[in-house]
């Protein structure tokens, strides 16, 4: 693990891709995956030691599988209209999601308790988020998940828009419109792949608290993608409407 971690600190500092195919038996679980996330991070001097990093992404593909998250570095978080031509990318994509940020802090003794119908309570505002994804790994479709999550679950960017009140809305009817460049606008309604964003918030907290940190007030978490992975290229203006929420615009 420690190698790998070295290969991707590496990687990030020189700019460069890594070919997947010489770790692939690398990780055996998660929690390998996050000491590589935690290593990268400390080594790259993104986070404070000993606390709780401000901003998260996390989600997964249903609610039937284990959820992954990742702490994003604060120099790609931006609020929109954002610009991020004078970030690296290596083969960018789009994801339109909604942010959620803590309204109280939430200690690891609180964590351990919550369930998925109080932990929206905790919650004081959403926003409209767009996610940069982005990998250190050369050919990501055949790169394996747990070198992906280690890789910061192949973060690259983030824009946030305006905040507002958090309120229990009809997800399953919400609408999403998001336009890439000159592609068509991609439309969706209700495709939140956990249904509701804020289902996540108890599993997301647990781990974020994990090592007996608390998750102080203002932490803000991405939820995923209404869309998928949408491909861009640099210089592409890029917008993210969800009606009655809000947008964001970038340029990538």
Request: proline share 6%; charged share 20%.
């Amino acid at each position: 693990m420690t190698a790998l971690a070295e290969a991707l600190i590496a990687a990030r500092r020189s700019n460069t891709t890594l070919d997947a195919t010489p770790w692939t038996d690398t990780l055996q679980d998660p929690a390998q995956a996050y000491e590589v996330q935690d290593a990268i991070g400390s080594a790259l001097g993104w986070f404070n030691a000993g606390t709780v990093p401000d901003c998260w992404k996390s989600g997964g593909g249903s609610r039937s599988v284990t959820l992954t998250h990742a702490p994003l570095p604060p120099h790609g978080v931006r609020t929109s209209p954002a610009d991020f031509g004078d970030l690296t990318l290596h083969t960018p994509g789009i994801e339109a999601e909604i942010a959620l940020r803590l309204g109280k802090d939430v200690t690891p003794a609180m964590a351990a308790k919550l369930d998925h119908n109080d932990a929206a309570l905790l919650i004081d505002a959403m926003a409209v988020s767009v996610e940069i994804v982005d990998s250190r790994w050369q050919d990501l479709a055949a790169t394996p998940a747990l070198l992906r999550l280690a890789d910061s679950q192949v973060h690259g960017a983030l824009v946030l828009g305006e905040w507002k009140s958090y309120a229990a809305i009809d997800w399953a009817s919400q609408r999403c419109e998001t336009k890439v460049g000159d592609s068509e606008t991609v439309a969706r309604e209700g495709t939140h792949p956990l249904s509701d964003p804020a289902w996540l918030l108890p599993i997301w907290l647990r781990h974020v608290t994990r090592h007996g940190q608390t998750a102080l007030a203002g932490t803000v978490v991405t939820t995923g993608s209404w869309v998928g992975v949408l491909p861009c290229r640099r210089g592409d203006q890029v917008t993210a409407e969800f009606a009655g929420i809000g947008a964001v615009r970038l340029r990538v």
